[in-house]
């Protein structure tokens, strides 16, 4: 049977009702730009966020954007930003005049490496941006430590995270802004654009919302340059109709990267990662060689104990020249949806090769030529893994 990548109305269709009431709600009210929705949505994300401050914003980039600005963050100015990322975390940095300095990541959870990190800070370092990337949470005691030694700020891109923790800690809570996103695809998707900026610093959060309307405070007096990242209200009702299920969303993804994990790890030439391996190629390498499986044909993600990851993707690595690829073709031959989550690292991108390099960035390179994502959506049925399973069964089966 065919499996998508993703399907949304798989999700949205059961709510269908709610979602129709909620459209009317605010059809009828007609307060359409902020209003009691939005405040409410941001109300009820506080758990999730552990910040005293959320602003609902147009996107999880402007989110990012938007704490930039608040931060006064711009020319002149250096912020470090995992080299191995979507492209929305390097790109607000370069919009505010700034520049971002790519570090590398950990090869296991995919996260900004702290010590690389460390390497890489300058007079002109001003912040960092970590990134949870794929639903799993980053090091941040060990980031938050540097920033403070250094005075950094911290900027949390947790748009692939809301709901993540480590250690009880909810993604955003670390740092002096979260950032997350509510994009369709991601584990709470509204039906267009959305995001989340979150802080406890009262002044932060007062200069946020003032940017967050053109820098306007009273109204039509501008104290700055701010922009329009304001939450549609429509988006906003959208997203409480969807906030109650959001605990049963992550249970169901848990549970399908559970089920992979256990289908997945007895196969021949299957590798689990683990925290031995964590931020050094050479020592996950010198392991990996003593392993039964000594040239592994998959290394399976790993969800570290001390984090509540929430799978917003199921990630391998497919290890040797041509094999992620292969996999791909393999996977779409048969209909199983899967996704390159990421072809190419920052440092790679085209409009970014007028940025002098200071270090070699073999992780995220390395990465960028072996990821592959499987479905691992809530409304996963089991016989729809079961295929999944079964035709990555297949592809190990042969030899390379």
Sequence with gaps: MPVPLLDVNAQNDPLAAALEAAFQRVLRSGQFIMGPEVAAFEADCAPLTGCTHNLGVSSGTDAILLALMALGIGPGDEVIVPAFTFFATAGCVSRVGATPVFADVCPICFNLDPAHAAS???????????????????????????????????????????????????????????????????????????????????????????????????????????????????????????LPHYPSYTA?????????????????????????????????????????????????????????????????????????????????????????YYPLSLDQQPCYQNLPQRSDLPVAHLLAQEVLSLPVYPELSRPQQDEVIAAVQRFVAVPA
């Design 120 to 242: 890489l800070i300058t007079p002109r370092t001003k912040a960092m941006i970590p990134v949870h990337l794929f639903g799993q949470m980053a090091d941040m005691d060990a980031l938050m430590a540097l920033a403070k030694s250094h005075g950094l700020y911290v900027i949390e891109d947790a748009a692939q995270a809301f709901g993540a923790s480590s250690r009880g800690r909810p993604a955003g809570s670390f740092g002096h802004f979260g950032c997350y996103s509510f994009f369709p695809s991601k584990n709470l998707g509204a039906l267009g654009d959305a995001g989340l900026l979150a802080t406890s610093d009262p002044a932060l959060a007062e200069r946020a919302r003032m940017l967050r309307v053109h820098g306007m405070e009273p109204k039509y007096c501008h104290q700055g340059v701010g922009g329009n990242f304001r939450l549609d209200t429509l988006q906003a009702a959208f997203l409480r109709v969807k």
């Design 252 to 340: 169901a993804r848990q549970a399908n990267a559970e089920n992979y994990r256990v289908a997945l790890s007895p196969l021949p030439g299957l590798v689990q990662a683990d925290a031995r391996d964590c931020q050094c190629l050479p020592r996950q390498a010198a392991r990996l060689s003593q392993s039964p499986a000594a040239s592994p044909r998959l290394i399976l993600p790993v969800a570290y104990p001390q984090n509540e990851h929430i799978w917003n993707q199921y990630t391998l690595r497919v290890p040797g020249p041509g094999q992620r690829d292969a996999l791909k073709a393999h996977l779409l031959g048969q209909g199983i949806g899967c996704e390159i």
